[in-house]
């Protein structure tokens, strides 16, 4: 039930193209989802995040799309650009004890100039 | 200027010795998280402390024990190493206990067990 299950596990996109990562969950006291994006050699970085009383978020290229009825949420990168090129990893935080954030296996996404 | 450090970057030991981590934070954060990010990229928490309180132990071998000498400081030492504890560890904070706040993560330490 604390699982986070992320599609695809990789993703080639054209430059200019739209990248679209999805996300499901199934335990409904996640209340947090963010995304982070991790370049090779580095720690994961928060891109995004949202919680579950607002359907879409957007933050310049990237907008996240919440679906609390379906348990779903999904990363939307516009206009991809080859700088994005990274491993992508949805997340969903429940407080259990402390504040837990569950991870999913993540996204390779490569950027074709 | 980093905001959260480990040292080292690179562990290479052999299997059976004794090894730490280190990280620190100055972010001024409340709550710090060791993660173990496999081959694969998975990445798990294994402990969170609070305020040198530890709050979350998942279910890790005993041979890894985290110490939390303040709020500033939390380092992994691993007991009797095993060629399946090579993976990448990371160290996080964040600025509140029970709190869906950001994390912010080291650079990691690659431990590869021979």
């Known amino acids: 039930q604390q699982q986070v299950k992320q599609s695809p596990q990789s993703l080639i996109v054209q430059k200019g193209g739209i990248s679209i990562i999805n996300c499901a969950y199934e335990n409904t006291a996640f209340d947090y989802f963010p995304w982070y994006q991790q370049f090779p050699g580095k720690g994961p970085a928060l891109l995004i995040a949202i919680r579950p009383d607002v359907s879409e978020k957007k933050e310049g290229r990237f907008t996240i799309s919440f679906n609390k009825s379906a348990k779903q949420f999904s990363l939307h990168i516009m206009d991809s650009q080859p700088g994005d090129s990274a491993t992508y990893f949805c997340?969903?935080?429940?407080?259990?004890?402390?504040?837990?954030?569950?991870f999913g296996a993540g996204t390779r996404l490569f950027v074709k100039a | 200027d980093t905001a959260v450090s480990q040292t080292p970057k690179y562990l290479v030991t052999q299997m059976g010795n004794d090894k730490s981590i280190k990280c620190e934070q100055n972010?001024?954060?409340?709550?710090m998280y060791w993660y173990k990010q496999d081959s694969k990229k998975f990445l798990k928490i294994m402990f969170s402390y609070n305020n040198k309180e530890l709050i979350i132990n998942e279910t890790v071998p005993n041979r890894f024990s985290p110490k939390s000498p303040d709020k500033a400081h939390l380092n992994l030492h691993i007991n009797s190493l095993e060629l399946g504890d090579s993976a990448v560890y990371f160290c996080?904070?964040?600025?509140?206990?029970?709190?869906?706040?950001?994390?912010?993560f080291g650079p990691g330490t690659r431990l590869t067990v021979l």
């Open positions: 997340a969903a935080s429940i407080r259990d004890g402390g504040f837990k954030t569950i």
């Open positions: 972010l001024g954060h409340d709550t």
């Open positions: 996080a904070s964040s600025p509140r206990r029970g709190y869906t706040d950001t994390q912010y």
